[in-house]
Structures are given as structure tokens and as C-alpha cells.
């Protein structure tokens, strides 16, 4: 674990705002910024751990529930790109709602980047100590709580020293670790394509069908919303190559390109790789099916077993398919760490957060105590919850949906309010500084709503419910979800009674985009 650097190894905690926080800048080129957005997001990681989810709440329309979730996703991206042109500061979301809305409604967006991603490290931990020890064969070790939880933790302590030495070999291990990780991809879905269609799949395949693109055909509501949500987090990643904007080269235009081209990209690897999957191994309830509840954990350990074959090259590609899951949990490991250290930083140069948090390594030019600390809160979150079960663990994972809905959808409606005076300059900044954004942040607060207050509060959804006073059975995915957010409000307003000069709006004042200031 890296230690607390000394106070001659950091530098002190900068008095002016964006531009200079003392990280490096120009580290950071088109190519690299795209691979860090995509490698967030885990692809294979994310299938692997979702699909199975997304199916069982929608059945044969999971295709189509791949290519819905994505709009919003792209409308956000926009809302990112036109602020970041605006402000290009690390904190992102912090920021930028800081000054459209004010000081607390800024904080609470950086609470909401803090909450999802300490959250998610949790689950990434168990998926790469329990995919580590069944690459080698080790299954009795895989399948021990004990043994997947030091394995996880490792896993955390060498993705934060990874993160603390420099953000040039975060995006060269990236950028290979990606690429490794879409061909495969690829190479699973032609593959399974091609046994479908001539004759050598599996009990269940079928051919691919128009009426899996039908969202009409979706059982109810609940179930549309259910596989939504699920969708939307194997999506959640790319604002990753926004939030390490002040290491870019053109700051203003780069990350903001980035974060767009990565949403389209996604898009095209879920809706092969899930419409590939789901030709060969079906929908079904038993067996390789994807709706069999045993395989929703880890879809494609099992589907490469069958793809591939387990003899010969067919093994060594199944092997390949459970590293890359490994190596994907591993990168997004390191890129959940990145956005959340620098939103920390952001809170802090701002003073919203102790001082500390926002000094610079003088040799490497990374945040010091927002990486360590980023790293050390999540082996604390994780460590507390395998403790409590296995159970909670996986309920904690179904909340993240409603954390990431919050935030991008507070970024989407920050840039509508942020550039409400010159949305009628032109039909480029009504469509893209307003009606797009605007609508996926209608889109992701109804969900919210939704979720957390009918599908996540049924208490037979999920694991299990909570009994809370004056309200009754609660489930326990909505408890956790939308509980994060109301311990960042109490805690929101304790530091505001220690430290009020952020909350004065004394850093960051409001303000709006101007028809004579804005490009």
C-alpha cells in the first residue's frame, strides 16, 4: 500500500481554482483519453457481471434494452462535453453544478462520483480475486470469502499504487489491456455467431430476431426499468475521460470528444457482443441459458467454455476470455480510482474538503492523499460489507444505478442552466447546451424516481429489506442507494459548519454562460 507521502514529497494545497492543481498537463492525447473512458467502463468486466441481470428482467428484448440505454448515456456525454469547453476542471460535476446552482447541490454531485465508485471497487474486488484463483484453476480458493476478500483487497492496494505513480502508465496499461479485451470480444461473437448459423450451436440457440428489438414486447413497466438500470451501469465509465481533463492536451475540446466517441463505441461492443450471446446460448432458465440465476454472476465464464470448447486452442481461448474479465475488473479498478481522486482533489482545492486532499506529488504530479485515501475508503467499504454478507455485497451493487443516474443526470440539467442565456444563439447551442442534454436528465431523474421509490423499495427486490421507523419493509438496494446520498447531505452540512467559505460561495461563485463571453 503507498504510503502518506511526507510534506516534502507533496506540494501544498493551491489557492486558485482550475488549471492550477499542479497536475500534469498535455499527459494525455485523443487515443489515450478514449482508452481510459472505455477501460472505465470494464466491457467485459461488465457483461460478464450484468448481462445475465439485464436478461433476466427483460428476456429476448435485452438487445434492444442495450441500444435504449445508450441514449441517454450519449445526451449526458454531450452535457459533459459542452461544460468541459466551458470549465475544464477535474471536479467535473462538483464544479460545474457548483456554479450553475450553488455551492451544496455542487457538492452532493461530487458526493454521488464519490459514492458510485467506492461502491463499485467493492464489487470489482470480489469479481478479480474470485476470477483470479479460477484462471489457475484454483476453484475451493475462489469459491472462499476469506481468501477472495485478501485477494480483492491486494487487487485494490497494487490499482492505487498504479494511480499514485503517474497517469502516463495508467493510460499505456490501458490502452493494451483494451485492446487485448475488444478483439476477444469480437472474436467471442463471431464466433458463436458462426455456430449458430451453421448448425453447431448449443440447446437454446436461435437465430437473431426482429422482435428481440421490440421494446414494445417488454413485460411491464418494472422490468423495463429494472433492465434500464442495469444497462446504464455497464455504460457508466466513459465521464472518466472527462475527469482527467486538466492532464490533456487541449483541455477545452479533447476530453469532451472523448467522452462522446466512447459512448458510441460501447454501444456497438454491448449490442454485439449481448445479441452474439444471446443467439447462441438463449434466454433460458437452466443450463447454459442466460437466464439461468447460477450463470447471472458471471455470464461469460461459462458461454466461452461453450463458444470455445474446452480442448486445444478452444481452451486456451476460454482461459483468454476469464483473463480478460480479470484484467477488465483490474482496469476499471484503477479508472474508478482516478475520477474519484480527482474530484476529491477538486473539493479541496476549493476548499469543500480538508486541504490535505488536494496536494500533488512533486515527482509524479498525481493527487497523494485523494489516490491513497480513494483506495483505503474502498477497502474499508469492502471489507465492512463481505463482514456483514455476501448478500449485502450484492445489494450495495444494485444501488450504484441510482448514484449514477443522480450525478449524470445533474450534469445534464448543470449544462442547460449553465448556458440558459444563449441557447437561442444558435440552433447548435439549443440542441446540443440544451435539448440534449436536458432530455437525458429527465430520462435519469425518472428513472431514479422510479427505482429507488417503486421497483428498489419492493421489499422483495433484491437479497433481502430493512424494517425503518415511521416507513415499514424497505429493500434494501433502495436503503443503500438512496441512503448513501442522504449521508452526503448530514455530512455536507457538518463540514459546512466547520469550514463555510466554499459554502458562501466565496470559491465558486454562480454564474452563467454569457452571449458575449461564450464561443
Given at each position: 500500500m503507498p504510503t502518506t507521502p511526507a510534506p516534502s514529497e507533496a506540494l501544498p494545497a493551491p489557492e486558485s481554482n482550475a488549471g492550477a492543481k499542479g497536475l500534469k498537463g498535455g499527459s494525455l492525447g485523443l487515443v489515450s483519453s478514449v482508452a481510459i473512458g472505455l477501460a472505465s467502463t470494464a466491457p467485459a468486466y461488465s457483461l460478464a457481471a450484468t448481462l445475465g441481470i439485464v436478461i433476466a428482467g427483460?428476456?429476448?428484448?435485452?438487445p434492444i434494452v442495450m441500444i435504449l440505454a445508450f441514449i441517454p448515456m450519449l445526451l449526458i456525454a454531450y452535457g459533459?462535453?459542452?461544460?468541459?469547453?466551458?470549465?475544464?476542471?477535474?471536479?467535473?460535476?462538483?464544479?460545474?453544478?457548483?456554479?450553475?446552482?450553488?455551492?451544496?447541490?455542487?457538492?452532493?454531485?461530487?458526493?454521488?462520483?464519490?459514492?458510485a465508485d467506492v461502491i463499485v471497487?467493492?464489487?470489482?474486488?470480489?469479481?478479480?480475486?474470485?476470477?483470479?484463483?479460477?484462471?489457475?484453476?484454483?476453484d475451493s480458493l475462489a469459491a472462499s470469502t476469506t481468501w477472495t476478500t485478501v485477494a480483492g483487497v491486494?487487487?485494490?492496494?497494487?490499482?492505487?499504487?498504479?494511480?499514485?505513480?503517474?497517469?502516463?502508465i495508467s493510460a499505456a496499461l490501458q490502452k493494451v489491456l483494451l485492446s487485448i479485451e475488444v478483439v476477444l470480444l469480437a472474436v467471442l461473437s463471431?464466433?458463436?455467431?458462426?455456430?449458430?448459423?451453421?448448425?453447431?450451436?448449443?440447446?437454446?440457440?436461435?437465430?437473431?430476431?426482429?422482435?428481440?428489438?421490440?421494446?414494445?414486447?417488454?413485460?411491464?413497466?418494472?422490468?423495463?426499468?429494472?433492465?434500464?438500470?442495469a444497462a446504464i451501469f455497464i455504460y457508466w465509465g466513459w465521464d472518466t475521460a472527462v475527469s482527467v481533463n486538466e492532464e490533456t492536451k487541449d483541455a477545452t475540446r479533447t476530453p469532451g470528444r472523448a467522452a462522446v466517441i466512447s459512448t458510441v463505441l460501447l454501444l456497438l461492443i454491448y449490442a454485439v457482443v449481448t445479441t452474439s450471446a444471446q443467439a447462441f446460448a438463449g434466454v433460458g432458465t437452466t443450463g447454459s441459458g442466460l437466464g439461468n440465476p447460477d450463470n447471472a454472476a458471471d455470464v461469460l465464464s461459462g458461454l466461452g467454455n461453450e463458444v470455445f470448447g474446452s480442448t486445444g486452442i478452444g481452451w486456451f481461448m476460454a482461459k483468454l476470455?476469464?483473463?480478460?474479465?480479470?484484467?477488465?475488473?483490474?482496469?476499471?479498478?484503477?479508472?474508478?480510482?482516478?475520477?474519484?481522486?480527482?474530484t476529491t482533489l477538486s473539493m479541496a482545492a476549493h476548499k469543500a474538503l480538508p486541504d490535505r486532499f488536494a496536494r500533488i506529488h512533486s515527482r509524479y504530479l498525481t493527487p497523494t492523499w485523494s489516490t491513497v485515501?480513494?483506495?483505503?475508503?474502498?477497502?474499508?467499504?469492502?471489507?465492512?460489507?463481505?463482514?456483514?454478507?455476501?448478500?449485502?455485497?450484492?445489494?450495495?451493487?444494485?444501488?450504484?444505478g441510482l448514484a449514477i443516474a443522480f450525478y449524470y443526470g445533474l450534469t445534464g440539467l448543470t449544462c442547460v442552466w449553465y448556458y440558459r442565456k444563449v441557447l437561442t444563439r444558435s440552433a447548435r447551442d439549443?440542441?446540443?447546451?440544451?435539448?440534449?442534454?436536458?432530455?437525458?436528465?429527465?430520462?435519469?431523474?425518472?428513472?431514479?424516481?422510479?427505482?429507488?421509490?417503486?421497483?428498489?423499495?419492493?421489499?422483495?427486490?433484491?437479497?433481502?429489506?430493512?424494517?425503518?421507523?415511521?416507513?415499514?419493509?424497505?429493500?434494501?438496494?433502495?436503503?443503500?442507494?438512496?441512503?448513501?446520498?442522504?449521508?452526503?447531505v448530514v455530512v455536507m452540512f457538518v463540514y459546512a459548519a466547520v469550514r463555510p467559505a466554499y459554502f458562501r460561495k466565496e470559491v465558486i461563485p454562480t454564474s452563467a454562460a454569457l452571449p458575449t463571453a461564450d464561443a
Open positions: 427483460v428476456g429476448l428484448q435485452s459533459y462535453k459542452e461544460m468541459n469547453e466551458a470549465d475544464p476542471d477535474c471536479g467535473t460535476t462538483f464544479t460545474w453544478a457548483a456554479r450553475a446552482f450553488g455551492p451544496r447541490t455542487g457538492w452532493m454531485g461530487g458526493w454521488g462520483i464519490i459514492v471497487l467493492a464489487n470489482l474486488a470480489q469479481i478479480a480475486g474470485q476470477y483470479g484463483f479460477t484462471l489457475i484453476g484454483a491486494v487487487w485494490i492496494v497494487l490499482m492505487t499504487w498504479l494511480c499514485y505513480i503517474g497517469i502516463e463471431v464466433t458463436a455467431l458462426v455456430k449458430v448459423y451453421t448448425g453447431h450451436g448449443i440447446a437454446g440457440s436461435s437465430h437473431v430476431a426482429a422482435s428481440w428489438f421490440n421494446p414494445l414486447a417488454i413485460d411491464s413497466p418494472s422490468a423495463f426499468t429494472k433492465g434500464i438500470l476470455l476469464i483473463f480478460m474479465v480479470l484484467t477488465s475488473s483490474a482496469a476499471s479498478t484503477q479508472t474508478s480510482i482516478l475520477p474519484t481522486a480527482r485515501g480513494m483506495g483505503v475508503a474502498s477497502i474499508a467499504f469492502y471489507i465492512l460489507l463481505t463482514v456483514a454478507s455476501q448478500n449485502v455485497l450484492t445489494d450495495s451493487i444494485g444501488s450504484i439549443l440542441w446540443f447546451k440544451g435539448i440534449l442534454p436536458g432530455l437525458g436528465a429527465l430520462v435519469l431523474f425518472g428513472l431514479f424516481v422510479y427505482a429507488a421509490f417503486f421497483v428498489y423499495a419492493d421489499p422483495s427486490y433484491g437479497t433481502g429489506s430493512i424494517d425503518l421507523p415511521l416507513v415499514g419493509e424497505v429493500g434494501r438496494v433502495s436503503v443503500i442507494g438512496v441512503g448513501s446520498l442522504v449521508l452526503g
